[in-house]
Nanobody
Framework: QVQLVDTGGGLVQPGGSLRLSCAAS????????MGWFRQAPGKEREFVAR????????FYADSVKGRFTISRDNAKNTMYLQMNSLKPEDTAVYYC????????????WGQGTQVTVSS
C-alpha cells in the first residue's frame, strides 16, 4: 500500500521561504512520477511541479518557475519542494502525489499541508 505523508507547511511572510517534504512508502518508486499540487480556497486544485523518481527530470507550472525547486532523495524515499520568494497568491493546501510513469492519473495522494503567505 502506497503511503504519502506531506509536511512542512506553515505561515510565512511574503518573500520568505518554506520547504515541504513528502515521505513515500509502500513500494519502490523507480517507475513513478511524483508531483506537487495545491488548492487555494474557492479554487480548483492546480499542478505545481513534478519529478521523475528515476531520472530526476523536472517540470514546473509557469506560476512557480524560478521560485520553486522540486527534488528527491532516493535513499530517504522523500520528495521536497523548496519554495522561495513566496507570494500571497501561493497560499494554499499543498499535496504531494504519485503516479506510474506510463499513466496520466495520479493515484496516490498525501493528506495535504497548509501554506499561508501573509504579513
Amino acid at each position: 500500500q502506497v503511503q504519502l505523508v506531506d509536511t512542512g507547511g506553515g505561515l510565512v511572510q511574503p518573500g520568505g521561504s518554506l520547504r515541504l517534504s513528502c515521505a513515500a512508502s509502500g513500494r519502490t518508486f523507480s517507475n513513478y512520477i511524483m508531483g506537487w499540487f495545491r488548492q487555494a480556497p474557492g479554487k480548483e486544485r492546480e499542478f505545481v511541479a513534478r519529478i521523475s523518481w528515476s531520472s530526476g527530470s523536472t517540470f514546473y507550472a509557469d506560476s512557480v518557475k524560478g521560485r520553486f525547486t522540486i527534488s528527491r532523495d532516493n535513499a530517504k524515499n522523500t520528495m521536497y519542494l523548496q519554495m522561495n520568494s513566496l507570494k500571497p497568491e501561493d497560499t494554499a493546501v499543498y499535496y504531494c502525489a504519485a503516479r506510474i510513469k506510463t499513466l496520466t492519473t495520479y493515484d496516490y495522494w498525501g493528506q495535504g499541508t497548509q501554506v499561508t503567505v501573509s504579513s
